[in-house]
Each structure stands twice: as C-alpha cells, then as structure tokens.
C-alpha cells in the first residue's frame, strides 16, 4: 500500500477518474464531496460506488467535516470547487479559497503528517494572457469592453487600434483573471504556495487547460464546449458557438490530466512548483463545433449568431514545456474525448433534450449571455 489519498471532489469529473488511477496504482483512496446540484442529484454516482473508496458527504467549506476526511490521510488532491460565469461572486472565495487555507489550517491545527498537497488551479488565471501589438510590443491586453463586443469586433487589439497577436500561456508570466472563478483560483494557489513553504508542506499546482472526458456532468452545462455541443447534437439541437468562432482553445483529455496529477504526488520535483496541463494545441471553437457534429453524425445546424459572454477570453492555449520536461506528454485527441463523452452519454441514458432546454432557460435567467 502506497498510503491514503485525500480527494476532494471526486463524485466529479477529473477527480473519479483521478481516484481511479491512485488506486490502480495501490494508493488508498479517501474522497470528501457534498454531492450537491447540478452537477449531483446527493447520490454517490455509479462510478465511485463500490471501489473500495472511503466516501465521505461533506463540504470543504465546513472545517468540521474537512478535518474529518483529512485525518489519517498522507496525501491532498483538492479538486472540490465552484466554477464556471456566475454572478454569485463570493461562493467562488467561499468555496474554492476559503477551503484552499482550510487545508493548511487543520493540518498545522492537528499536526498532521500530510506529504502532499497538490491543488488543482486553472488556465483561467492568465485571463487573456499575453500578445504582441502591430509594432511588436509585449502587452497584457485588458478584458475586451462590452462595447467592443456588441460591435463584434472580436479580436484583442492593440492601442493602435490593430489586431494583437496571442502567446501561448507560460506558467512564470503574469496572471491577469477576468472573473471571480480565476480570481479565486489564483488566490488559493497563492495561498498554497505560501503557507506551503511556510510550514514546509509540499505542495504542487497544477493548471488545467479544458479538460475532456467522460463523466463530466451534463446536467451543469453552463460553459464546457464539449458538454455544450454533445448534447445539443445529440438533442437534435443546433450547436451555439459565442463569437464568431475563431477563438482558440486548447483541450486535454483527463487520462492525461490523472497522470499529471499522479505525478505531482511521485515526483519531488514538483514541490513548490506550478503546471500547465494542457493538449499543447490550440483549435477554434468552429472548428471543435464541427468535429463534434461530424463525429456524432448530427444534423444539427451550427449556429453563430454574435451571442457572447462578457468576461471570455478570446484565446487561451497552455505551453506546456515545463510538464513536458519532466516527462509527461499529452498523448490523447480531442476526436478521443468526443468519441468517448458521447459513448458516456448514450450509456448513462441522460435526457438531453430535456437538459438543453433547462440550460437555456437558466441562462437566459442569469444573464450571462449577451448579444
Ligand atoms: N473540467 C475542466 O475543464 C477544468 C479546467 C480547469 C480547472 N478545473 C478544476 O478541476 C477541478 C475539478 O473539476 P471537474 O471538472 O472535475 O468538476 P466537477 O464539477 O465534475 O467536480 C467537482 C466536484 O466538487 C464537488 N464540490 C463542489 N463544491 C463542493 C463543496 N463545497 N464541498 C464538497 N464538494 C464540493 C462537486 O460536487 C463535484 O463532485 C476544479 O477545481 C476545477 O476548477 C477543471
């Protein structure tokens, strides 16, 4: 037995099949999840049942039952938190910063000999990251102005009123989030790192880029192009691409992202240090659109008709040279991902007509999407 692993969130997407992998690899597995909506119905889901797994119902915002799930533990992968564009700015610290200080809090409190700490950030914390102008200067651009947007010029341009050119995120290069989910993401891996090196507890940072696989759940379809786009064609739907399109985004597969995790865990070299997980390439959202519908044999029309959300980056792809230095590779396509969510799907029998027509309501209610 290779010790007890703590993992929050893993009634989820990345962090069952993360559970899967440990496990696979003789770990103990401990999950702490509070099994809430949307993503849950407060059922344990099939997947984790009967694994063997330690499951405990609780909320990483509540110091109680953290402390309870991090006794006897030796190792931490806190993948519990709250995502996506919603206008309730303070859950985002509540749930994902607050719960990030709890951690350190309770194993100083009870002295806890936990080797590692791995917390699971974000491509969003780079926001739009940084370009080059016309004239060739570096720039961290400010997030487009509704105004731009509602004029549909969608490209981020310089102050010379010219189109910027993108470069791929690298993890030392300044962050600059558009929301309160980045927000929150780099306030608790600040808070990580430093109470981390403080009290000499390792802890590594790993920043997804948009991660694609089966089990992520349909029924919180707020953003997540993949879970967008399957259901919609498979609902017979058409397919809604924001903006024009041509955005670029970068997509990895969680078999790869389980391993970067494991990773994280077995490679001292990791400590104190921040990641990029990424595909390492970047596709239009257009371009994705299509492939989903091609690969789902849909009839589906794909539908661009200038809807926006205010706070999108225009692009965001991940270098991930320094994982790849440590040897870890994306080895899986995108084509893999789709395929394999739409098997997901089908077999799981969701009514994902029933979940189109629910989403739209829900953010035509929220009102993050604007025109
Ligand atoms: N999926 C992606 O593309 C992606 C990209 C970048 C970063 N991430 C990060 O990876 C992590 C896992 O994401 P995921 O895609 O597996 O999401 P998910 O929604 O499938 O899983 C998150 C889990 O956390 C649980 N949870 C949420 N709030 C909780 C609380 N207060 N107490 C206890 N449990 C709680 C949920 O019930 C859920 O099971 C998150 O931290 C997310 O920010 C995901």
């Not at 990345?14 to 702490?32: E, P, R, V």
């Not at 780079?126 to 004029?151: A, V």
Request: glycine fraction near 6%; proline fraction near 4%; charged fraction near 25%.
């Amino acid at each position: 037995m290779k010790g007890t692993v703590l993992i929050t969130g893993a009634a989820g997407f990345i962090g069952s099949h993360t559970a899967d992998l440990l496990a696979k690899k003789g770990y103990k597995i401990k999950i702490l999840d509070f099994l809430a909506p949307p993503v849950h119905i407060g059922e344990w889901p099939n997947y984790v049942n009967n694994k063997g797994y330690t499951l405990i119902k609780g909320d990483v915002r509540n110091k109680k039952d953290f402390a309870e799930a991090l006794n006897g533990v030796d190792y931490v992968i806190h993948l519990a938190a709250y995502q996506d564009q919603l206008p309730d700015f303070s859950t985002f610290f509540e749930t994902n910063t607050v719960s990030t200080s709890l951690i350190y809090e309770i194993i100083l409190e009870n002295k806890l000999p936990i080797k590692k700490v791995v917390y699971s950030s974000s491509q969003f914390v780079y926001g739009d990251g940084e370009y080059i102008s016309s004239k060739g200067e570096l720039f961290f651009p400010e997030l487009r102005s509704l105004q731009q947007l509602k004029e549909k010029r969608w490209e981020v341009l310089d102050k010379y009123n010219e189109i910027a050119k993108f470069q791929p995120f690298k993890e030392d290069q300044k962050v600059n989030p558009t929301n309160s989910y980045g927000l929150s993401k780099i306030s608790s891996e600040m808070l990580a790192l430093r109470l981390g090196k403080t009290y000499n507890i390792p802890t590594s940072i790993v920043r997804y880029s948009i991660v694609q696989g089966p089990r992520q759940s349909p029924r919180n379809i707020y953003s997540g192009a993949l879970r967008i786009f399957v259901t919609q064609a498979l609902a017979g739907e058409p397919l809604t691409v924001y903006e024009d399109g041509n955005q670029l985004r970068d997509f990895v597969n969680v078999e790869d992202v389980v391993k970067a995790n494991a990773l994280m865990l077995e490679d001292e070299r990791t400590n104190f240090e921040v990641f990029n997980v990424g595909g390492g390439k970047g596709y239009s959202v257009l371009d994705f659109a299509h492939m989903v519908k091609k690969i789902s044999n849909s009839n589906s029309q794909i539908l661009v008709n200038g809807e926006f959300r205010r706070t999108d980056t225009r692009n965001a792809i991940s270098d991930i040279t320094k994982l790849k230095s440590l040897g870890w590779s994306p080895s899986q396509t995108p084509e893999k991902s789709i395929k394999d969510y739409i098997d997901w799907i089908k077999s799981e029998k969701f009514d994902v007509a029933h979940i189109v027509k629910n989403s739209r309501a829900e953010l035509k209610k929220l009102g993050v999407v604007d025109k």
